[in-house]
């Protein structure tokens, strides 16, 4: 089981937005650590996607957001498209686990 | 180019030992630190541990699932990070990535990722 917890899996048509959430607790996200999300597309090596809660590597498109509120974390994507079909995957720090830890994944359809 | 390439994976028996390798280039190696971080076919990943720069004492950092049986090590004169994995079960067959941090602290994100090495622990 998870330190994070994320929806299994969400779906969307193409030009829509999509939201997928990043529950934690006072130990991590709640204690004032980072969410970080990473892109994982099928067969491939996961990519970072935002860090430090709402910032985007310059590489990635600003279609993709992200937000921080108490215990949680979201990952926006507007304007879907075919090629955003992947894995994604929140990521903080716990302090009682004195461990990093990730959400279970969320796998994005695009219909 | 930023490159993180890992090896030495492969099949192993339950009981057994395997040491993977992550030869890094395109930055600073020596300054970084670096994660490994697992992930068992079709599930989720899992942080496995890291090792800082010899800055912050090349200290190390396991998850409890294998602490005790991993041990992480770098030879920054090689640019390269190991992940020694002793008592293997088949619990840890996975594919293995290393990762770099951008900084030393908690909150540093993993910024880039080798292409990973599948580790099979099965009799």
């Known amino acids: 089981q998870s330190a994070l917890t994320q929806p299994p899996s969400v779906s969307e048509a193409p030009g829509q937005r999509v939201t997928i959430s990043c529950t934690g607790n006072?130990?991590?996200?709640?204690?004032?650590?980072?969410v970080h999300w990473y892109q994982q597309l099928p067969g491939t090596a996961p990519k970072l996607l935002i860090y430090?809660?709402?910032n985007r590597p310059s590489a990635v498109p600003d279609r993709f957001s992200g937000s921080k509120s108490g215990t949680s974390g979201s990952l926006a994507i507007t304007g879907l498209q075919a090629e955003d079909e992947a894995d994604y995957y929140c990521?903080?720090?716990?302090?009682?686990?004195?461990?990093?830890?990730f959400g279970g994944g969320t796998k994005l359809t695009v219909l | 180019e930023v490159q993180l390439v890992e090896s030495g994976g492969g099949l192993v028996q339950p009981g057994g030992s395997l040491k993977l390798s992550c030869a890094a280039s395109?930055?600073?190696?020596?300054?970084?630190?670096v994660h490994w971080v697992r992930q068992p076919s079709g599930k989720g990943l899992e942080w496995v541990g890291r090792?800082?720069?010899?800055?912050?004492?090349?200290?190390?950092a396991y998850a409890a699932s294998v602490k005790g049986r991993f041990t992480i090590s770098r030879d920054d004169s090689k640019n390269t990070v190991f992940l020694q994995m002793n008592s293997l079960k088949t619990e840890d067959t996975a594919v293995y990535y290393c990762?770099?941090?951008?900084?030393?602290?908690?909150?540093?994100?993993?910024?880039?990722w080798g292409q990973g090495t599948l580790v099979t622990v099965s009799s």
């Open positions: 990521q903080s720090y716990d302090s009682s686990l004195s461990d990093w830890v």
């Open positions: 395109g930055f600073t190696f020596s300054g970084s630190a």
């Open positions: 006072t130990s991590n996200i709640g204690a004032g650590y980072d």
């Open positions: 430090g809660n709402n």
């Open positions: 090792i800082r720069s010899k800055a912050n004492t090349y200290a190390t």
């Open positions: 990762t770099r941090s951008t900084g030393d602290g908690s909150q540093s994100p993993f910024d880039y």
